[in-house]
């Protein structure tokens, strides 16, 4: 049974299609990279390096990669969205592409020296057996970068209560068609988000710590992104992040985590 939503895969291609990242500064991306990989031991990589990003979407994080290993293997489900991977990272000689879902990764098994997948097995139907795939790919100790939605542990219940109600209307938007979607997207950013971010920022300014406070300052493609997830998509303890079920692989893989915080 394969391990995939199709109607998931589709829209993130349509997703990264209209947000291919060329609008962002470098100098975003290249923060946003530094906070997701300041965990990365990128220092015991072996010379010649070769790994994967599994849901490479447009590249925006091989970009990064690239330059620091030998090989650097694109995988994502999307057609669209490996056109777009493409064409971002023409620069780059040492990357090579594959349309390919998570349970059909074209790599031998305990062949790559390191693995990231960043934002990516929550939108599949079964995240522990994507874990299980990629980890199987793996050399014994290789590090393995795992960036997953968390299941707010540590938040109060109110905060638990308010995205409950905001993921009830997200299982309705997701169903929708992508342009209805999308148009809804940047209605709620430029009507809901951005004003609440903004007034956040003038808080913040005084003096007021606003991180206990949900998500606020989202884009619409982080907006689309979210709407994109198939309906039953889980958030996963970070427990279940960092030590999956036996099931998963016990080979010594070394299982980074990174919680996200929408």
Not at 149 to 156: E, G, W
Not at 200 to 227: C, H, T, W
Request: charged share 20%; with cysteine; aromatic share 10%.
């Amino acid at each position: 049974m394969s391990n995939l939503d199709p109607a998931v895969v589709e829209g993130f291609g349509q997703e990264w299609s209209r947000f291919d990242q060329s609008a962002v500064e470098p100098d975003e991306l290249r923060s946003l990279f530094d906070a997701y990989f300041s965990v990365f031991p990128w220092a015991a990589l072996p010379p010649n390096a070769v790994g994967f990003d599994l849901g490479c979407g447009s590249g925006r994080w091989a970009n990064f990669v690239a330059p620091r290993v030998a090989r650097l293997h694109c995988i994502d489900a999307s057609p669209a969205a490996l056109e777009v991977a493409r064409k971002n990272l023409t620069s780059h000689r040492n990357c090579e592409f594959h349309c390919a879902s998570v349970d059909a990764i074209p790599l031998p098994d305990s062949s790559a020296d390191f693995a990231y997948s960043l934002g990516v097995l929550h939108h599949i139907p079964d995240t522990q057996r994507g874990i299980a795939e990629c980890v199987r790919k793996l050399k014994p100790g290789a590090p393995f970068l795992l960036y997953l939605y968390y299941a707010f542990d540590n938040r109060p219940w109110w905060f638990r209560a308010v995205w409950k109600l905001s993921d009830m209307l997200r299982r309705l938007l997701c169903r929708l068609p992508f342009a209805v979607r999308s148009a809804l997207c940047d209605v709620a950013a430029a009507l809901v988000y951005w004003p609440l971010a903004r007034g956040a920022a003038d808080v913040e300014k005084l003096g007021i710590n606003v991180e206990p406070l949900p998500p606020v300052g989202l884009s619409p493609s982080q907006l689309l992104r979210d709407a994109n997830r198939c309906p039953g998509s889980l958030r996963h303890s970070a427990g279940e992040a960092l030590h999956p079920r036996a099931d998963a692989g016990d080979d010594g893989t070394r299982r980074i985590g990174r919680n996200r915080l929408q």
